[in-house]
């Protein structure tokens, strides 16, 4: 069994949300005394992806995981998926829409910079069920 | 190792209302046995709740004017925020010449080596090589905060010193570095800047010996310039170095394209939140600023901070055309850089062991599902999640929260009628199992 885990809602609807999972994680990690440096690609990697299941998914649901070694992130969404993760994991690709991208948000699917922050990146996606991502980060 | 605070309480005026536990950004206040009580690994010295006390039960200590006399020499290092706190026919001139009124052998303005900051600050812009953003450090308590509560935001601060402690530095070293017995007194919006004398951040030790609040001050000081016979030409900061003391001052200062101000304990809060998440892109420099307005907004100043940043503005704007040029010598010696690393602070940590901090984390989570989340109040912590903590940790108890209680209540009445009215089989009528 984990050491500690969490579930959570990811709500589109509501803008002032936007990265309250990622807040609050970033909170729990710093309670628990991990070193400040994986606290930082932590809060980069997760806030990129719960921005994406919002924005690209339309919201979904997530979970945290601490082991003895590892954190592991996960955010699933039933979204539109992705058609081509290959495509998708380039710099600068992105299927948000214009007003999205007018708010600073989508300029790319961060997929790049989660992979850089992370130890472990996998993503699971079917065009039209949605995509599942699984963030590693060692400790 | 002892925190030395200047943000104290004052139990007779304490209520025991909860006002000031929900402001306080480090969840350091909690009210227990009627009391507001500080926790003091936490505390950063703000002074948000001195300003939303309404009892005025939370004050700083500051030092006196009687202190003057331990020195054979004193000068004033005000800030420019002082300026603020008097109507516009009062000059800076005609405030510095009061200053040595009350006492102080010479002044020098804490404007005045803000200028040398911002020439400083501009060299190291120039040449900047990496790409995160520089945080100010010339507010002690964002630099707090951030020991406490972003450490991982604690390499990105500028490593100069403040204004306040280089102006402290040139008094002693280049002005007067014959005299002996020599005391140089601040005099502060803020009680973090008091505690930054005592308890210094990025230096092991301050040259500040005194630090005396405007409020403390402001009194004699308005009478004493009032009735100048002469008032002497001391001002020597520029319309930069005297707009430090508000918003944007600081920044604006730098002349650098991509720079940003924040301001208000709360503001900061949360565009360090976006900084850490790596939202916050194409800026150099964030000055942050835990008062409202900047340090017009202070704790311990006795002007509104709209009307006190309005008359800088207007102050300032007069020593545009007028630059008398700062007194540090080309040849200086002062040292501008700080000279110790500034350590994460462990306020929140929950155990120094890792497993355990886990385990105690988990519960946690398990209690704070079973309080009501309405961060009420009422049990004295400022959320229902910091009471949860407080529960795991030992500092208080479940039944602390009043729905618990509640509960708790009606279930034991429930038990009790339900028992009251119980008949011993002999005499009650009971349906038989078939
Ligand atoms: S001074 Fe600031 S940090 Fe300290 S107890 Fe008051 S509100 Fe909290």
């Given at each position: 069994m984990a050491l500690f885990s969490k579930k959570f809602d990811i709500d589109s609807n509501d803008p002032m949300a936007y990265g309250q999972a990622s807040s609050n994680f970033k909170k729990t990690l710093k309670q628990l005394g991990i070193p400040s440096p994986i606290i930082k690609r932590t809060a980069i990697a997760m806030y990129e992806a719960e921005i994406n299941t919002i924005i690209h998914g339309g919201g979904g649901s997530g979970s945290v995981v601490i082991e003895d070694d590892h954190i592991l992130i996960i955010f699933e969404d039933q979204g539109p998926g992705i058609p081509d993760i290959e495509l998708a994991m380039q710099e600068g690709y992105s299927t948000a829409s214009s007003e999205i991208r007018e708010m600073g948000f989508g300029a790319g699917l961060g997929l790049p910079n989660i992979k850089k922050n992370s130890n472990g990146l996998d993503i699971e996606s079917e065009p039209g069920k949605g995509t599942k991502v699984t963030i590693r980060i060692d400790l | 190792m002892s925190n030395i605070h200047s943000v104290i309480l004052d139990k007779d005026k304490c209520m025991g209302c909860?006002?000031?536990?929900?402001?306080?950004?480090?969840?350091?206040?909690?009210?227990?046995?009627?009391?507001?009580?500080?926790?003091?690994?936490?505390?950063?010295?703000?002074?948000?709740?001195?300003?939303?006390?309404?009892?005025?039960?939370?004050?700083?200590?500051?030092?006196?004017?009687?202190?003057?006399?331990?020195?054979?020499?004193?000068?004033?290092?005000?800030?420019?925020?002082?300026?603020?706190?008097?109507?516009?026919?009062?000059?800076?001139?005609?405030?510095?010449?009061?200053?040595?009124?009350?006492?102080?052998?010479?002044?020098?303005?804490?404007?005045?080596?803000?200028?040398?900051?911002?020439?400083?600050?501009?060299?190291?812009?120039?040449?900047?090589?990496?790409?995160?953003?520089?945080?100010?450090?010339?507010?002690?308590?964002?630099?707090?905060?951030?020991?406490?509560?972003?450490?991982?935001?604690?390499?990105?601060?500028?490593?100069?010193?403040?204004?306040?402690?280089?102006?402290?530095?040139?008094?002693?070293?280049?002005?007067?570095?014959?005299?002996?017995?020599?005391?140089?007194?601040?005099?502060?919006?803020?009680?973090?800047?008091?505690?930054?004398?005592?308890?210094?951040?990025?230096?092991?030790?301050?040259?500040v010996d005194g630090v005396i609040a405007i409020n403390e001050i402001f009194l004699p000081l308005h009478a004493a310039a009032g009735n100048l016979e002469k008032v002497e030409e001391l001002g020597r900061a520029s319309y930069w170095g005297v707009s430090w003391a508000r918003s944007e001052g600081e920044s604006h200062s730098t002349e650098w394209p991509e720079t940003v101000a924040v301001d208000g304990i709360e503001n900061v809060l949360k565009f360090f939140e976006e900084l850490e998440n790596g939202k916050i892109k194409h800026v150099d420099f964030i000055e942050a600023m835990a008062c409202p307005g900047g340090c017009v907004g202070g704790a311990l100043t006795v002007e509104n901070p709209y009307i006190s940043k309005a008359r800088i503005i207007r102050k300032a704007g007069k020593l545009i055309e007028e630059d008398r040029g700062g007194r540090l010598k080309p040849d200086s010696h002062a040292v501008l850089g700080m000279d110790t690393d500034i350590q994460p602070k462990q306020g929140l940590k929950l155990d120094v062991d890792f497993k355990k901090a886990l385990?105690?984390?988990?519960?946690?989570?398990?209690?704070?599902?079973?309080?009501?989340?309405?961060?009420?109040?009422?049990?004295?912590?400022?959320?229902?999640?910091?009471?949860?903590?407080?529960?795991?940790?030992?500092?208080?108890?479940?039944?602390?929260?009043?729905?618990?209680?509640?509960?708790?209540?009606?279930?034991?009445?429930?038990?009790?009628?339900?028992?009251?009215?119980?008949?011993?089989?002999?005499?009650?009528?009971?349906?038989?199992?078939?």
């Amino acid at each position: 069994m984990a050491l500690f885990s969490k579930k959570f809602d990811i709500d589109s609807n509501d803008p002032m949300a936007y990265g309250q999972a990622s807040s609050n994680f970033k909170k729990t990690l710093k309670q628990l005394g991990i070193p400040s440096p994986i606290i930082k690609r932590t809060a980069i990697a997760m806030y990129e992806a719960e921005i994406n299941t919002i924005i690209h998914g339309g919201g979904g649901s997530g979970s945290v995981v601490i082991e003895d070694d590892h954190i592991l992130i996960i955010f699933e969404d039933q979204g539109p998926g992705i058609p081509d993760i290959e495509l998708a994991m380039q710099e600068g690709y992105s299927t948000a829409s214009s007003e999205i991208r007018e708010m600073g948000f989508g300029a790319g699917l961060g997929l790049p910079n989660i992979k850089k922050n992370s130890n472990g990146l996998d993503i699971e996606s079917e065009p039209g069920k949605g995509t599942k991502v699984t963030i590693r980060i060692d400790l | 190792m002892s925190n030395i605070h200047s943000v104290i309480l004052d139990k007779d005026k304490c209520m025991g209302c909860t006002n000031c536990i929900s402001h306080c950004p480090t969840e350091a206040i909690r009210v227990r046995h009627g009391k507001a009580s500080i926790i003091d690994e936490r505390c950063i010295d703000c002074g948000e709740c001195i300003r939303v006390c309404p009892h005025h039960a939370k004050r700083a200590q500051s030092d006196t004017l009687d202190m003057l006399k331990n020195f054979d020499f004193t000068v004033a290092v005000p800030a420019p925020t002082l300026y603020g706190q008097f109507k516009d026919h009062f000059s800076i001139d005609q405030i510095l010449t009061a200053l040595k009124e009350l006492g102080f052998d010479d002044v020098f303005e804490a404007a005045e080596a803000a200028d040398i900051v911002t020439s400083e600050l501009k060299k190291k812009l120039k040449n900047k090589k990496e790409k995160v953003p520089w945080i100010s450090s010339s507010c002690p308590a964002v630099v707090r905060l951030i020991q406490i509560r972003f450490p991982a935001l604690l390499d990105q601060i500028v490593r100069i010193e403040s204004p306040m402690e280089i102006a402290a530095r040139i008094i002693k070293n280049d002005i007067y570095p014959e005299k002996k017995n020599i005391g140089v007194f601040f005099i502060s919006p803020c009680p973090a800047k008091i505690t930054a004398v005592k308890k210094p951040i990025g230096s092991k030790a301050s040259s500040v010996d005194g630090v005396i609040a405007i409020n403390e001050i402001f009194l004699p000081l308005h009478a004493a310039a009032g009735n100048l016979e002469k008032v002497e030409e001391l001002g020597r900061a520029s319309y930069w170095g005297v707009s430090w003391a508000r918003s944007e001052g600081e920044s604006h200062s730098t002349e650098w394209p991509e720079t940003v101000a924040v301001d208000g304990i709360e503001n900061v809060l949360k565009f360090f939140e976006e900084l850490e998440n790596g939202k916050i892109k194409h800026v150099d420099f964030i000055e942050a600023m835990a008062c409202p307005g900047g340090c017009v907004g202070g704790a311990l100043t006795v002007e509104n901070p709209y009307i006190s940043k309005a008359r800088i503005i207007r102050k300032a704007g007069k020593l545009i055309e007028e630059d008398r040029g700062g007194r540090l010598k080309p040849d200086s010696h002062a040292v501008l850089g700080m000279d110790t690393d500034i350590q994460p602070k462990q306020g929140l940590k929950l155990d120094v062991d890792f497993k355990k901090a886990l385990e105690k984390m988990a519960k946690i989570e398990e209690i704070a599902n079973e309080l009501p989340g309405l961060d009420c109040g009422s049990c004295g912590a400022p959320t229902c999640r910091a009471l949860a903590e407080d529960i795991v940790v030992g500092t208080a108890k479940k039944n602390d929260c009043i729905f618990v209680l509640r509960d708790e209540i009606n279930h034991l009445t429930e038990n009790l009628a339900e028992l009251g009215s119980w008949m011993p089989p002999l005499f009650s009528e009971r349906e038989e199992k078939e």
